[in-house]
């Protein structure tokens, strides 16, 4: 009897056995786990993401395998170690650490586009992908309380080589679909404003409600100087929106082109020339007196009521797309998304480039005037005293433009309506854009010479009018 009850405790174990040893031979191997990892980053230089710190595995993730996905192999080592993502940078793995590093392009901007990568372990399973993101955070230094700074560059509101003009993170760019005059002189503009912060939507034809801390950036600068067609910046213009209104600051550009220099209130006061000599749009070579502007002279034009306001940032002119670096967008779908205007209507009566031959002579006329005169010639403008009213929404009326309007002030016995049709000799306004005289001259303040394209559109509307005045 013992015998065979060792005999089936004998059977027993080794069945036993052989189904142990069956399970050890269905292993089952267990694959590295990658993480995602997110940083953030000024993105002013490289940035190196220790990408394997919170990974975990069946075992030790191998540094020398990881590759990120899509990326090429350099090496020839069987690991995908750099990614060219075209205007943004180069993705490269170190082939020792395993880190990933993003090399910004030249004056990049913005959040790079997210990559991923994988893993392996010493028994040469591969990860799951895992996500790379690089939150880009803006650049600019501003306190409300000690602006303004004495230099342009110190508020970090552009990248790279300042003389470019290439705006920093949430710095945006705008222009409205008609420029101001400055005796040929091009602009850059734009706005920056505090996180958290937005402008809210007025009227189609009223400045934009902008919080305290905005920032209005122009700069004027030519392309065309002699000799030799230099381009050289001339002046930035900032205002700033502080709890007790808009503030003037005039920042001078040095002659070697580095930075610009904040005008001392003194000089400010009076205001100052500076000669050049450039080459105009009809291959004329002038030399003039460009104006800095005083104080007095920037609230001349830039007031309501006597209250410092901006001019060209209204609805009505930034209704049109702009050419940004990632594509031509809407500008005010562009304050939108960028959290700097809380809504704006989709029916907006707008300005137009008055270059734009397709547009009719009447809009362009009209948005001519609106960017050139409108601001002083407007109730509680400068020039309200005057009939005319010249801003978009108003200078539709013929009254209001001028036409068959007799002066409040006889310049000759010829010259008696503000806008004689079909007469451009008997009509004011020609003659006052026509002249440089400071006394006949209009507008009075931000030109020295004539714009001659601006006197040609106005001839050309001129005589296009049929109307008869009593």
Not at 346 to 365: F, Q, W
Not at 409 to 421: A, R
Not at 439 to 455: A, F, Q
Request: glycine share 6%; net charge negative.
């Amino acid at each position: 009897m013992k015998k065979i009850y060792f005999l089936f405790l004998t059977l027993s174990l080794v069945i036993v056995g052989f189904y142990a040893c069956s399970d050890d031979n269905e292993y089952t191997e267990i694959s590295p786990i990658a993480a995602d990892d997110t940083v953030s980053s000024t993105l002013t230089n490289a940035v190196t993401i220790d990408v394997l710190l919170n990974d975990t595995t069946g075992g030790v993730p191998v540094a020398t395998t990881v590759s990120i996905v899509g990326g090429t192999d350099t090496d020839s080592n069987g690991t995908l170690d750099k990614l060219d993502v075209v205007n943004e940078g180069i993705w490269t793995v170190n082939s020792t650490t395993g880190s990933i590093t993003f090399t910004p392009v030249a004056n990049y901007v913005g959040n790079p586009t997210q990559i991923s990568y994988t893993v392996k372990n010493s028994q040469g399973n591969a990860s799951n992908e895992a996500i790379v993101t690089i939150n880009a955070t803006p650049i600019v230094t501003f306190d409300i309380l000690n602006v303004p700074y004495a230099k342009l560059s110190d508020y970090n509101f552009f990248v790279g080589n300042i003389t470019n003009q290439i705006p920093s993170l949430n710095v945006v760019a705008y222009e409205p679909a008609s420029s101001l005059f400055t005796d040929y002189a091009q602009k850059k503009r734009f706005i920056w404003m505090p996180n958290g912060v937005n402008a809210t939507y007025v009227d189609d034809d009223k400045i934009l409600n902008f919080p305290v801390g905005t920032v209005l950036i122009k700069t004027f600068y030519y392309t065309t100087i002699q000799p030799g067609n230099q381009t050289k910046l001339i002046e930035t213009r900032l205002m700033i929106r502080k709890s007790d209104g808009w503030k003037f600051y005039e920042y001078l550009w040095n002659d070697a082109q580095t930075d610009a220099d904040l005008l001392p209130a003194n000089e400010f006061l009076n205001g100052s020339f500076k000669t050049i000599t450039f080459t105009k749009p009809n291959n004329e070579v002038v030399t003039t007196n460009y104006r800095i502007p005083s104080d007095t002279e920037c609230l001349s034009c830039h007031k309501i009521n006597e209250v410092p306001t901006p001019i060209a940032v209204k609805p009505q002119n930034l209704n049109h797309n702009f050419n940004y670096s990632a594509g031509s967008m809407n500008q005010l779908q562009k304050l939108v998304s960028q959290g700097y205007l809380d809504s704006y209507p989709s029916n907006i009566a707008s300005t137009v480039d008055y270059h734009d031959t397709t547009k009719s002579l009447s809009l362009r006329v009209r948005s001519y005037l609106d960017v050139n005169c409108g601001h002083c010639h407007q109730d509680q403008g400068r020039c309200d005293y005057r009939q005319i009213r010249l801003g978009f929404r108003q200078n539709i009326e013929d009254s209001n433009i001028g036409i068959c309007l007799t002066a409040d002030e006889e310049i000759s016995p010829t010259l008696q309506k503000i806008i004689t049709p079909g007469n451009v000799s008997k009509s004011i306004m020609h003659f006052r854009m026509s002249s440089n005289e400071e006394s006949e001259r209009m507008p009075l303040l931000g030109r020295t010479i004539v714009h001659d394209e601006g006197v040609e559109l106005l001839e050309q509307w001129i005589n296009s009018l049929n109307q008869s005045c009593n």
